[in-house]
């Protein structure tokens, strides 16, 4: 079992690496969409190039199959749209949800890769963390999001410490975020994910604005900080306010435009006697 972790693991990195040597290789965008607090997505969109693929065979394809299995196992669904391009759709019901389901599917296997750390060691290291905060104001939610992926160990590193190729221009990552009120880009100022790194301090990325949404373009070769805050309409809360005003309403009416049910009470006793 554990030779077969190391073997896939290897797999997924050779493509990775391939990649590096060819131009315009992979375009891998992520996306996390909210319709509510406690309603929302998480998109995937690959697309392979065609040297890319010539050139790794049947190896770049089982990378693709793993991001289904692991969309799968995460009651997400994936849908091919030709061989080398891929759409993968994991829902999510809250916040913590959308942290567990995020960082399970871009850290799988972390307690075997522990174990396996010195057989494989030689492969590139990515750290991916994602923490949602979520304070809940009755009939909205404020929502504080944090992401941190380290992709240093994709840059080409000469002996004297100069970079041998621009992973920029090779490999296009880009997160993008979705909310009703759309959301607010926080400037730098968390700590990376590992605090005792060489390079102390992440790379502020500046996002692009369409609309509702926010994009920005991760850089290879570094380590990318992202901090946004936004607001979400709290369902839970809106159907508590209109139960209380739905009751309030009946009650209104029944002692307003109804006569009083004790005084009819008493007309009814004399009417008797």
């Known amino acids: 079992m554990m030779k077969l972790i190391i073997r896939r693991t290897r797999v997924v990195w050779f493509v990775v690496l391939a990649s590096l040597l060819l131009s315009g290789c992979v375009k891998y965008d992520v996306g996390v969409n909210f319709a509510n607090a406690n309603s929302g997505e998480l998109v995937q969109h690959i697309r392979l190039g065609e040297k890319l ?9 089982e990378w693709l199959n793993s991001i289904e299995r692991r969309a799968r196992k995460l009651s997400g669904k994936a849908r091919r749209i030709s061989k080398e391009e891929l759409v993968v759709s994991i829902p999510f019901s809250n916040g913590q949800e959308l942290q567990a389901k995020y960082n399970e599917f871009f850290n799988p296997n972390i307690k075997q890769k522990a174990k396996a750390s010195e057989s494989a060691s030689d492969l590139p290291k990515i750290e991916s963390n994602l923490l949602l905060f979520q304070n809940n104001f009755l009939l909205l939610v404020r929502n504080h999001l944090i992401y ?10 000469s002996n004297n410490g100069n970079v041998l190729a621009n992973a920029g221009s090779i490999l296009d990552l880009e ?9 607010k880009n926080i400037p730098q100022t968390s700590q990376p994910i590992d605090e005792n790194t060489a390079i102390e301090n992440p790379s502020a990325i500046t996002p692009e604005r369409n609309g509702k949404q926010l994009i ?13 805050t936004f607001w979400l309409p709290s369902p839970l ?11 309030w309403g009946g009650i209104y009416l ?14 009814s006793a004399i009417a008797q006697s």
């Open 53 to 61: 693929t010539s050139f790794s065979g049947d190896s770049v394809y």
């Open 148 to 157: 941190d992926l380290d992709l240093r160990s994709l840059a080409l590193i």
């Open 175 to 183: 997160f993008n975020l979705k909310a009703p009120w759309g959301a």
């Open 216 to 228: 920005w373009h991760f850089q290879p070769g570094e380590l990318n900080h992202i901090e946004v």
């Open 237 to 247: 809360g809106i159907g508590t306010l209109i139960i209380i005003l739905v009751v």
């Open 254 to 267: 029944r002692y307003t435009f109804m006569p009083d049910p004790t005084i009819q009470d008493k007309k």
